[in-house]
């Protein structure tokens, strides 16, 4: 049974450009949850999709956006890249809410 | 605001040692609180998953239990090896409103020296 997989797993990027990163979630999960982690805040939610719906949303700005597809993909974009955004950005996908949630490998982002 | 404690922050101990990595949170109406660990660099690895109703959960060397009433949840490691060196997280979900919100504690740093 395949993991939780986002791509790519490292990205540098220039201050201001925009950034697009992707996870698949475990076939059959409806939950798709992100997260930003750096030494200074630890992990922090960012949102959450079940079936196409943001249901849930982490205090981030709005440079930070999501979206799920039919096949329960999703992508988090990130616009207005600042230094501050370098952090491991960590994809969890769940069947639903309470069933305990698997993590990828996560994208390691670098602003430059 | 709802704070996740994680005591110690770090942990050095030879191998053989049994330990325990405590989790103290602040809201007592978790739905689950679920341990992982994580390896330098990598994403988490899930541990052990226990829902409000259960007092304990066990895998292999692993027990965590957890104590609603108190805020607490605490992960068991028996026999340590060198393995199981890497930062231990705890991380609970409230449920509700909080869909897919999982509210993570700083870590323990776990060393494990031969």
């Known amino acids: 049974k395949a993991g939780v997989t986002q791509t790519p797993r490292y990205l540098i990027k220039t201050r201001g450009q925009q950034v697009t990163l992707s996870c698949s979630p475990i076939?059959?999960?409806?939950?798709v949850s992100w997260y930003q982690q750096t030494p200074g805040q630890g992990l922090q939610f960012l949102f959450e999709?079940?079936?196409?719906?943001?249901?849930n949303k982490g205090n981030f700005p709005g440079r930070f956006s999501g979206r799920q597809f039919s096949n329960s993909r999703s992508e988090m974009n990130v616009s207005t890249l600042e230094l501050g955004d370098s952090a491991l950005y960590l994809c969890?996908?769940?069947?639903?809410?309470?069933?305990?949630?698997?993590f990828g490998s996560g994208t390691r982002l670098t602003v430059v | 605001k709802q704070e996740v404690t994680q005591i110690p922050a770090a942990l050095s101990v030879p191998e053989g040692e049994n330990l325990v990595l405590n989790c103290s949170f602040t809201?007592?109406?978790?739905?689950?609180l679920q341990w992982f660990r994580q390896d330098p660099g990598k994403g988490l690895t899930s541990l052990l998953l226990?829902?409000?109703?259960?007092r304990e959960q066990t895998s292999g060397r692993l027990n965590a239990s957890l104590d609603k009433s108190s805020g607490r949840s605490t992960l068991y490691i028996a026999a340590s090896q060198p393995g199981d060196s890497a930062t231990y997280l705890c991380?609970?979900?409230?449920?509700?409103?909080?869909?897919?919100?999982?509210?993570f504690g700083q870590g323990t740093i776990l060393t494990v020296h031969p």
């Open positions: 809201d007592s109406a978790i739905y689950n």
């Open positions: 076939s059959g999960h409806r939950s």
């Open positions: 991380a609970y979900n409230a449920g509700g409103t909080s869909y897919g919100k999982l509210t």
């Open positions: 999709y079940f079936s196409e719906t943001q249901r």
């Open positions: 226990i829902q409000s109703s259960q």
């Open positions: 969890a996908s769940s069947a639903q809410t309470g069933h305990g949630y698997t």
